[in-house]
């Protein structure tokens, strides 16, 4: 694990299905209902209550994101964020990855949570250059983080060692240093 912004924010290798944070981020595609990945691999983790709440709530728009219960995760909620579908970079795609990033935690901080963990959103099969993604990711955290300290410690997730490698590498560059 390697820490940043004076232990606001972590970086783990690790199984997101596995964490004990108040929540997760399912990097989630529009209908909710599950999929391959990180989301299939937490729908999998949480059991079959998730998939019917999920139903309840009548999909999620790219950009946004969407709250409910863990069921049988190590975590309270899963905080399911729709990225974008990367189509070589004019389609809006960087906002809309901002987005995930900045209402996941409005939602988290909505909801009084003190922890979330982020998987790499958008950067598996929807195709998003993982270097872009994580630029973005960590400067839209770092972004809500500067403007309030009500917000929840961040653990970035990785799944495999490239990503983790490349997320320290920009981890040390994007948040330890001041913003000027």
Known sequence: MAT??????????ADITTLS????????????LGGGGVDGAIHNAAG????????????????SAKMTLGYELP???????????WQGGDADEDA??????ETSLAIAMAE???????PAISTGIFGFP?????RIAMTSVRKVLDADERAPKVVFCCFGDNDTQVYR????????????
Request: aromatic share 6%; with cysteine; hydrophobic share 40%.
């Open 4 to 13: 940043y912004l004076d232990g606001r924010v972590d970086v783990v290798q």
């Open 48 to 63: 079959p209550q998730l998939v019917a709440e999920c139903r309840e709530l009548g999909g999620c728009e790219t950009g």
């Open 21 to 32: 944070v108040d929540a997760i981020v399912n990097a989630a595609n529009t209908s909710l």
């Open 112 to 118: 009084d949570l003190s922890s979330i963990a982020f």
């Open 96 to 101: 809309l990855l901002a987005s995930c990033y």
């Open 75 to 85: 975590s309270g909620y899963v905080i399911h964020a729709v990225g974008p579908r």
């Open 130 to 134: 993982l270097d872009r993604a994580t």
């Open 169 to 180: 590498q920009l981890a040390g560059e994007l948040l330890s240093q001041p913003v000027s």
